[in-house]
């Protein structure tokens, strides 16, 4: 297992290289898959489509401090679509939030990983989500509350492409712009599939990038299993004044799982025991 | 008892509908798979609307096709539908009573795993409280399927609460089901219990199980919380003189406020109601939940005995 001590997470831009980010993430896929495997309920597909980036924010990007969890210089994640909480979980735990025995708790009667995140029962948590289109908005509070503070932490958020369509991502979307939120960085898992189908057949969202644009908001388009690419927006961000910065993130729903990939069918569906071990062995788990 | 889905049968009761009148259109917010309107959608493509995930929207567009003579059934998971959508239901549905019928699964907190978020205890509260609105909460697959043909043809708008969960089949094909009215479904002399969705079944358990501790107890299905069928409780407690209402919901505001306001107003005696406390759900599996909150027989039991105390006072 590849453990940091906490310190390693209290500065942000880390020294860690993609194969080290890739390792990691394999084993977050594997955590997703076991986790809603054994209480066969959950979210495994827009969970291994965020995990890449979820990864890079925790190991590169963000300052935050796993044995403080409410350290007041620490910039925060907002997980807006709360239904991929396992690869959240996943990475707190293995960053050392809590024990990874407690990924086990996961969506049972007296755990303190509930089905969607609760901050009031997981460390780590910033913000209750799991109905789509509120993390966001409860993200530009944050960011808000931060520049009245004059912190300098940051806020980074991130969306489902099926959730943009609730109106209040657009609502949220106009305020983070109208109060230059340049605190704040918005990521569109952008995999193009939500519950009934893909995205642009149930609900068009697109073009997605000119509209942030017209909303006033810095764009970037990226591979959003790119390690290199989101690390290089993350930065760009940085770099923005006055502006909220939108990364929309192409993204694959169920990557790294060859016969879960791009199937809207495992959005909310467990991977049966016999599916279980077939997807961990191509995770390079020995079974 | 066998258990039935109460969301298979609404969405094939829908087809059915759809078959009989091109009226019937039908409006879901990405969740046409877990609600069964994709039933619909497969058979009648023309007339099923995927808004997206924008529930508030849906609502507002399912009440502009009402005023083209359209009979919109609309769907999705019950905290969505009466919570995030409420003031759009209320302002454009209810203000102008129009024939929007707002059917939604994943009511209460047999929702299980999804948690907290996801389930609905204070829908029924939340639709009750507008002016027009009607709220029915069935039982079973029976009456699941009378009830959505009944409100497809009255006038204004109406909420149903559906289930994700199984429930068992408590009626038969002589069942009649009839808005704004109770069923009693045992006669008893010492307390009366009035309940609905799957808190019916619990109650006919409850009362076999006083029934050997000499403890008689009169049965009340009450499917549609409004408009609540006062007559019927006021006779029922006129009789019995204790009451005990048990539902799959927050005891604030829903069937056991109903009843509760009937009582006070008309026939004040000593009740107790059974549904979850003033706080939110957890995750967990759907009936260990029901277990876990005592929404079952031993719960009905418990406030039994706790009435009939006072009662005997
Ligand atoms: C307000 C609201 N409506 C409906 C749902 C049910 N739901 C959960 S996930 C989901 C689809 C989400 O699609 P997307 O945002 O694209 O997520 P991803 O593909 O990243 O999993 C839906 C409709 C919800 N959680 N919240
Ligand atoms: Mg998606």
């Known amino acids: 297992m590849i453990t940091f001590e906490p310190s390693f997470f209290t500065e942000r831009n880390r020294d860690i290289d993609d194969v080290t980010l890739r390792a990691i993430a394999r084993e977050v896929r594997k955590d997703i898959l076991k986790m809603t495997s054994e209480v066969q309920s959950g979210h495994p597909g827009g969970a291994m489509s965020a995990t890449d980036i979820i990864v890079t924010l925790y190991y590169y990007k963000m300052r935050h401090n796993p044995e403080n969890p409410k350290w007041e210089k620490r910039d925060r994640f907002v997980l807006s679509k709360g239904h991929v909480c396992p690869a959240l979980y996943s990475v707190l735990a293995r960053t050392g939030y809590f024990p990874l025995e407690k990924l086990h708790e996961f969506r049972k009667i007296d755990g303190s990983l509930q089905g969607h995140p609760d901050m009031k029962k997981t460390p780590g948590i910033e913000i209750s989500t799991g109905s789509l289109g509120h993390g966001i908005g409860a993200a530009v509070g944050m960011a808000m509350g931060l520049k009245l503070d004059k912190s300098d932490s940051k806020v980074y958020c991130m969306i489902g492409d099926g959730e943009a369509q609730e109106g209040s991502v657009w609502e949220a979307s106009m305020a983070a712009s109208h109060y230059n939120l340049d605190n704040l960085v918005v990521i569109l898992d952008n995999n193009n599939l939500q519950i009934d189908g893909p995205v642009d057949e149930v609900m068009s969202i697109y073009p997605a990038m000119e509209k942030w644009k017209a909303f006033g908001w810095h764009v970037i388009e990226i591979n959003g299993h790119d390690f290199k690419e989101i690390r290089e927006a993350l930065d760009e961000a940085d770099r923005v004044r006055y502006k909220p910065t939108m990364i929309v993130a192409k993204t694959v729903k169920g990557k790294g799982v060859s016969f879960m990939e791009n199937r809207a069918e495992w959005h909310g569906k467990a991977l049966p025991p016999e599916l279980l071990k077939e997807a961990l062995k191509e995770l390079g788990e020995l079974v | ?313």
């Open chain 2, 1 to 313: 008892m066998e258990k039935v889905s109460l969301r298979d049968a609404y969405g094939e009761t829908l087809v059915e509908l759809g078959k009989e009148d091109d009226r019937i259109v039908v409006f879901d917010a990405d969740l046409s798979g877990s609600t069964k309107t994709a039933k619909f959608a497969k058979a009648f493509p023309e007339r099923f609307f995927n808004m997206g995930i924008a529930e508030t929207d849906m609502m507002n567009v399912a009440a502009g096709m009402a005023t083209t003579g359209k009979i919109p059934f609309v769907s999705t998971f019950a905290i969505f539908g009466t919570g995030r959508a409420w003031e759009a239901v209320r302002q454009t549905i209810c203000y102008p009573n129009l024939s929007v019928k707002i059917v939604c699964t994943h009511g209460g907190i047999t929702v299980g795993e999804d948690g907290a978020s996801h389930q609905a205890l204070e829908d029924v509260a939340n639709m009750r409280n507008i002016p027009n609105m009607r709220v029915i909460v069935p039982a079973d697959d029976v009456e699941t399927r009378q009830v959505i043909r009944k409100i497809a043809y009255t006038e204004g708008p109406f909420y149903v609460r559906l289930t994700r969960e199984k429930f068992p089949r408590i009626f038969d094909e002589n069942y009649k089901f009839e808005i704004g009215k109770g069923h009693v479904l045992r006669e008893g002399e010492d307390v009366t219990v009035i309940s609905n969705g799957v808190m019916t079944s619990f109650a006919l358990y409850a009362a076999d199980i006083l029934e050997r501790e000499g403890i008689s107890i009169e049965v009340i299905h009450m499917p549609t919380v409004k408009p609540i069928d006062t007559e019927l409780i006021v006779k029922s407690a006129s009789k019995t003189g204790a009451v005990v209402t048990a539902e799959e919901h927050s005891i604030i505001g829903g069937l056991g406020s109903a009843v509760a306001e009937v009582l006070v107003e008309n026939y004040p005696v000593p009740m107790e109601r059974l549904g979850t406390p003033d706080v939110f759900g957890r995750s967990g599996k759907g009936w260990e939940l029901l277990h876990y909150f005592k929404l079952d027989e031993k719960g009905i039991v418990e406030k039994v005995k706790k009435v009939l105390e006072r009662k005997e006072r």
